[in-house]
Structure formats: structure tokens, C-alpha cells
């Protein structure tokens, strides 16, 4: 029976894509979101017989949502295999006046949303003596950020932390937790909230001069998640064109 993969922020842009890919490479598919009529449309897109891809409502700082989400796939498919943590929020904000709510915010998604699937579905993948978890993670995270704002790129360096606890906690049980660390991606979020003329001066910054391709993350997903990647765990994949290099 083929694996069973949870997308979270799989309604659009890099989400989308992971979706696309496990559900084209013969996984089981749950497409989680806040915007469910968006996630159903994908679900019906990938099968209109809801037997390989199913669509749920899920706000990822609800720890209970992700129990219910377990749950729920337990009953339909025998439970999951493979946890993709990709939703996230991103924002362009000048430092000084970022207000505790809106870092509040911008952490809740991008890094409570984590590790509280990390906690449900990691507790979940050791019972059951297999697990990958892939962790959308950001070259934010690590140079503090090109255009977002700080609390995006904060939380984001808290998620490469995580991944590695997480992996720790989890190494012998069978489940392996990793990142990948895209730098600016040729998707319609980073069109949406950054001018022309500011995306033309970060391409043109990006050394191997284009912004990065969201299928080539998907592929680096299913690398990630496949059943022979045990030996990868705790790691951060970086997929940024040469912006940032260790
Ligand atoms: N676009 C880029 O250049 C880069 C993106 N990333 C990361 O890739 C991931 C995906 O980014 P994009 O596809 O570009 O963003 P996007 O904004 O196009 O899509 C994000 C998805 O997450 C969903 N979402 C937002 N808040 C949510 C919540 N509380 N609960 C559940 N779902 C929620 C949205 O509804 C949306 O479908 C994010 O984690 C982002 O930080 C990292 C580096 C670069
Ligand atoms: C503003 C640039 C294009 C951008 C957009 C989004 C991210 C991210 O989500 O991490 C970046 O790191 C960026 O540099």
C-alpha cells in the first residue's frame, strides 16, 4: 500500500507543488489549510474519487487541529508517514515597527505550526516505527533575511533549531526530521509582496542569477521522504543559488 503524506499550507505556491509531486510519485495525499475550498479544488484535481488525496481545514498553531488531522487519517488510510511542514507566512516589515502582535503572529505560524506537528505527528511516526518530517524552513532563517522582516527570519531560525531536537528525540524510533532552506523562490508570494524593481536587484544579488525553483524543492521533498533516506536526519538542506554558503 503506498505511503501517506500530510502538506500543510498546500493550497498554493510551494505547498501546491510538494502536493503535486508525492501524489504523482504514488503517495496517499492530505492537503491541509486554512483555505479549504482551495485545498479541495487540488484534491479533486488529483483524484475526483477522493481515494488518493483528501482535503482538510487546518490552522497549523491549532495543536488540536493535527491531533484531529491524525486521527482522522488513521481511520481513513491506517494512519501517515510522511509530514511536510511547508505552510508559513511571510512578511516585509521595517524592523522597528514590527508590533509585538504581529511578531506574536508571524512566529505563531511559522514556528509554533511546527512544533506542535512536529509533537503530534512525531509521537505518532515513533509508535508506529516510521516517520519522516521535512521542514520548510528559509534561508531567512539563517542570514537574518533579504527583504522579510525580522520576526519572519527569527522564526525561521527557530524551525532549523527545532529540526534538529526533534531529530534528536526521534533518531531511534525510525523516523528521521530534516530542512530545506530555500533562498527566494520564483513563486506568486514573493511577486505579491515585493516590488519589481527590488525583485530585479535580488536576482541580480543571487550568484547563480535566478530566483529558485519550487519543483526542485518538491523533488528534494520526496528525496527526504523516501523509505531508504534513514540515514539523513537533523540535516538542512540549502537550496538558495549560492546566497548563502557554510
Ligand atoms: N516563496 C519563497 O520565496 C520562499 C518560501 N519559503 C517557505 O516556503 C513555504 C511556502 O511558501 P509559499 O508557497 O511561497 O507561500 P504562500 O504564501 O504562497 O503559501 C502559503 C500557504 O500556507 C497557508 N497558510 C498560511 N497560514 C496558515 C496557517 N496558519 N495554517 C495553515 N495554512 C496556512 C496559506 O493559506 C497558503 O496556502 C513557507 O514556509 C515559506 O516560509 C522559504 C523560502 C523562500
Ligand atoms: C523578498 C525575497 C524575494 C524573499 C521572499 C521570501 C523569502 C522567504 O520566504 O524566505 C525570502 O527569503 C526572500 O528573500
Not at 28 to 52: E, F, H, I, M, T
Not at 123 to 130: D, I, Q
Not at 141 to 148: H, I, L
Not at 167 to 185: C, D, H, Y
Request: glycine share 10%; proline share 3%.
Amino acid at each position: 500500500m503506498s505511503r501517506v503524506a500530510l502538506i500543510t499550507g498546500a493550497a498554493r505556491g510551494l505547498g501546491e507543488c510538494i502536493a503535486r509531486a508525492l501524489h504523482g510519485a504514488g503517495y496517499r495525499v492530505a492537503l491541509a489549510d486554512v483555505q479549504l475550498d482551495a485545498v479541495q479544488q487540488l484534491a479533486d484535481q488529483l483524484d475526483p474519487s477522493g481515494q488518493s488525496a483528501v482535503a482538510l481545514q487546518l490552522d497549523v498553531r491549532d495543536k488540536a487541529a493535527f491531533e484531529a488531522a491524525r486521527d482522522l487519517l488513521v481511520a481513513r488510510w491506517g494512519g501517515t508517514d510522511v509530514l511536510v511542514n511547508n505552510a508559513g507566512k511571510s512578511k516585509v516589515a521595517a524592523l522597528m515597527e514590527i508590533s509585538p502582535e504581529e511578531f506574536d503572529e508571524i512566529v505563531a505560524i511559522n514556528l509554533r505550526g511546527t512544533f506542535v506537528a512536529c509533537q503530534v505527528f512525531g509521537a505518532h511516526f515513533a509508535e508506529r516505527g516510521f516517520g519522516r518530517i521535512i521542514n520548510i524552513g528559509s534561508l531567512a532563517g539563517q542570514n537574518g533575511g533579504t527583504a522579510t522582516g525580522a520576526h519572519y527570519a527569527a522564526a525561521k531560525g527557530g524551525v532549523a533549531t527545532l529540526t534538529k531536537v526533534f531529530a534528536r528525540e526521534l533518531a531511534s524510533r525510525g523516523v528521521t526530521v530534516n530542512s530545506i532552506s530555500p533562498g527566494p523562490l520564483d513563486l506568486p508570494v514573493v511577486y505579491e509582496t515585493v516590488a519589481p524593481e527590488r525583485i530585479a536587484q535580488i536576482k541580480q544579488m543571487v550568484p547563480v542569477g535566478t530566483l529558485g525553483s519550487a519543483d526542485y524543492i518538491a523533488d528534494s521533498v520526496l528525496l527526504l521522504a523516501a523509505d531508504h533516506a534513514a540515514s539523513v536526519t537533523g540535516a538542512c538542506w540549502d537550496i538558495n543559488g549560492g546566497l548563502f554558503m557554510r
